[in-house]
DNA sequence: TTGCGACCTAGCCAAATGACTAGTTGCTTG
DNA sequence: CAAGCAACTAGTCATTTGGCTAGGTCGCAA
């Protein structure tokens, strides 16, 4: 298996995290034919090199579109990523593994097989989290974000509950807050999984 | 890592594929502490092996209730099994598998990670929808919808389908259009009311 | 009484959204 | 071959959005 070096890029991450990869790999037969923060400048490359290591998951689209079983993935990452790659070799290991399991992944995902740290393959077939709702909504915000899962703007929010548009805007604000998330969009998807949503 | 050789059990199959694991290994720093078709006799033993592998999956259940995080179980299987195994190190490559696929999947396993071939973990997260085809949604906008319920914008649907900006906007609305609503909230209460969400 | 939280109002401002119009390619069907 | 369709790109423009700061009232509990 040894007879000639690993070939492998790093893509992503930082400039620690790349140096910290390269000293993990200098105990073993690695070579590493490029390493970059994105993947622009290496996509000509791709076809050199048995694995790509992936340090963040920026680059997974973009990869994923320029190239289909060639060459194998690794993602360093303590989430499933989506979109999930199909059919090829792939994983993930989580951000704390030991050099051993970051080698033993490449020589496994060389050879065309699939590794996942065992919390990751938790993910995939234990998606949906029936989990209570930590954060307690008020009444009215419970009230806005069922109109707003209506699709409604917060203009016609604001002329259901009869109050300003402003305030309507308050409530949207402090219940992204409280969801953790950043758009209405979001606060609906969150909503409907919690059964927070009557559609 | 080879500092001692890797404890194994063979469990399952036949003696010819027992026979045909142990010429396998045999060329590796394997020590084949035990081997039987059925797990029965083999249960105390399990505390003193790194890695058991099951050459059919009529072990599994039993091996599941009797052992929760070790040994590592290898499962020689084309399918999947159920129940499958959660949050341990476990794998499944085929029975085509070269052996230095098993070889590296058993380094991987010794280590906590978890192994699976390609086509095993397709498997798993490949749920055939049982798609509404009442709906005349083309294969790009189910795709942006979709996308679009997750809360992701405009800008992220455009990064993750790699697909320009505009071009989102433009199946966002043709969206719009056709489920006759006139904002991305709308969208996806429709959406979700007519099942084209998957939460 | 003071403080707290829920609820409400307001203005400013940058970003995101969605409606337009106008073009490209590539594939399929008549 | 022509026409239609899906997918894609590009631009302008008004509207919506969401963060931010800065207030107000009310009821309840320490």
Redesign the interface.
């Known amino acids: ?1 040894s007879e000639s070096a690993l070939k492998l890029m790093l893509i992503g991450g930082t400039t620690l995290t790349r140096a910290g990869m390269r000293s993990v790999l200098a105990e073993y037969e690695a070579e590493i034919v490029a390493a970059a923060p994105n993947i622009e400048s290496l996509l000509d490359h791709l076809g050199n090199v048995d694995v790509v290591i992936l340090l963040d998951d920026q680059a997974l ?2 990869l994923l ?1 320029h190239t289909t079983d060639q060459p194998a993935i690794l993602l360093i990452s303590q989430e499933l990523p ?3 790659p ?5 994983g993930v ?1 989580t951000t704390d593994a ?1 050099p ?2 970051i080698w ?2 490449l ?2 995902l060389q ?12 993910q ?3 998606p ?1 989290q029936p989990e209570p709702l930590d954060t307690v909504l008020s009444e009215r915000e419970h009230e806005v974000l069922q109109l ?6 917060n203009r016609q929010i604001a002329q259901r509950l009869v109050i300003s548009e402003h305030t309507v805007k308050f409530h949207v604000s402090a219940l992204l807050s409280k969801l953790d ?10 909503g ?2 919690r059964g927070l949503i009557i ?1």
């Open positions: 298996m689209p973009l579109h989506r979109p999930t199909q059919q090829r070799a792939w290991v030991y051993q399991e033993a992944s020589q496994a050879l065309g097989l699939c590794v996942l740290s065992p919390t990751i393959l938790a995939i077939h234990s949906p707003l899962a209506e699709g409604l703007t998330v950043a758009s209405r969009t979001e606060a609906i998807r969150v409907a999984q559609w």
